[in-house]
Every structure is written in C-alpha cells, then in structure tokens.
C-alpha cells in the first residue's frame, strides 16, 4: 500500500473511531454523574432554615442515623414529580429526610411545601447555591444518602421514581442502616 492508498482510508478510520467514542458514551446512563465526594465526610456548612418552625441545616447535623438529603426548589419540575417519592420515604418511616432548598425565593418555597406537603425534618435555605456548590449540585433535584457517619455514601441524579426508590435507594438505606 502506498501513501496515496492511506490518505484515502484516513476518512474512514476518523469516522470508525468517532463512532466507537460515541457509541460508548451514548450507552452510559446520563443520570449516573460521578461525585468526588462519594465516601468523604458531609462538606462544612451551615444553612438558616426556610421556614421558621422547622431547623435549618448545617454540618453538625450529620452522624449517628442514615439520613436523605433532597436538594430542591419551587421552580424545578422534576422535584414536584418525585415529591411523592420524598414524602413516602419521610411518611413511612423509611429514613429521615432533610431538605436543602437551593436557589429559591423564601416565598415560593414555602408556598410550594404548602401546596404539595412537607416531608423534610431540617431545611437548610440555599438562596445563593453556595452550599450546592460544596455538595458537587448539578442541578435539581438530586438526592444525597447520608451514611451513621456523616459520610456521602450515595448521590442520585434526577427525579426518583418508584422503580428507583424501591430497587436503588431503600437497598442502599438498609444496608446502611444495618452496619
């Protein structure tokens, strides 16, 4: 084979290999992103709470129980698909949910809780996204298993639904509530 018989099958060998580079991201799922903070102690934060008869949030929270943190907001459609979730979790006894209320107004909040319920025993009021920064947010909702040692041992991207509340999450908790 000479030079000219190669620079024809460059063309070729440019489109076979963007195709193997995006066969194999087209098949990972996009709600698994990864967390570096996976294993690692809850960040270092203290947050007001949103609504005046209900703590707010902070670090020294964690520890001791296996807890849920679902980050959410009033303008987030996926969180009002998935409340339902939230709220079976906190309504059964499942595991302690907190809330961290990230990049809301007060007002729209809480009217938001109001109108759909409260499920969370702790609200921290993230107007500003700092926290959610430290906490690795995306964006909402997303969902934090919080380990008896104050460590993120899981971090679940999305709305969860049924499926992924009863085959991913509820397992997830009763191991960990079982060590």
């Known amino acids: 084979m000479n030079f000219r018989h190669i620079l024809y099958l460059l063309p070729l060998l440019v489109f076979l290999a963007m195709s193997v580079y995006f066969a194999i991201g087209l098949s990972k799922d996009p709600s698994e992103l990864p967390s570096a903070l996976i294993n690692k102690p809850v960040p270092e934060f203290d947050l007001p709470p949103l609504m005046e008869d209900i ?6 929270d964690f520890g001791g129980e296996v807890v849920i943190v679902n980050v959410f907001a009033s303008w987030c459609v996926p969180c009002r698909i ?18 961290l209320n990230w990049k809301d107004e007060k007002t729209d909040a809480k009217a ?3 109108e759909l319920g409260n499920p ?51 397992p997830i908790i009763q191991e960990l509530q079982a060590e």
Do not use: F
């Open 55 to 60: 703590p707010g949030l902070a670090t020294a």
């Open 82 to 99: 998935e409340h339902p979730m939230i709220s079976r979790m906190a309504n059964e006894g499942i595991v302690p949910v907190y809330g």
């Open 112 to 114: 938001w809780l109001k």
């Open 120 to 170: 969370y025993s702790r609200i921290g009021w993230d107007l500003s996204g700092r926290v959610g920064i430290d906490w690795g947010v995306y964006g909402v909702p997303e969902t934090y298993i919080i380990g008896k040692q104050g460590r993120i041992r899981y971090k679940h991207v999305g709305p969860i639904l049924r499926d992924t509340l009863n085959e991913t999450l509820i």
